[in-house]
């Protein structure tokens, strides 16, 4: 191989890693926030620092989550950064989740319905077994 050959070589490479660079960081920006790390964690509903979850319309944070009780009785978790610079999202009730830092909304799965935020909250499973709620995912 001369000279040549391998600077044209080396032209090639560079090129195909920077375009799988951008490939790789272009579709992280409007999917779900597959970033949030995996959780499974179980709250106790009977204790005292988990009382807002007994009322529609409470939520607490838990490990980088917010777990959420809805009007209709039912929890619902994601995670707890805003995907446009990491504060603490809120629970809005019937219109979901809401940002204050810089107005990003998110609807109750998690769909960002207002920016600047343009990635998805990552949603949590959740199961309730007594007074056991399993939050995971
Ligand atoms: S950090 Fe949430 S809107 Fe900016």
Redesign the pocket.
Known sequence: MDRKEFLSLLGISAAAFTLAQCVQGCSKGNSSNSSAPSVDFTLNLNDTSNNALKTSGGYIYNNGVIVAKTAAGTYIAVSQA??????S?VYTGASGFY??????SFSSNGAVTG???SSNLKVYNTTLNGSNLRVYG
Do not use: K, L, R
Request: with cysteine.
């Open positions: 805003c995907t446009h610079q990491g504060v999202v940002c204050q830092a810089h107005g990003s920016g600047p935020a």
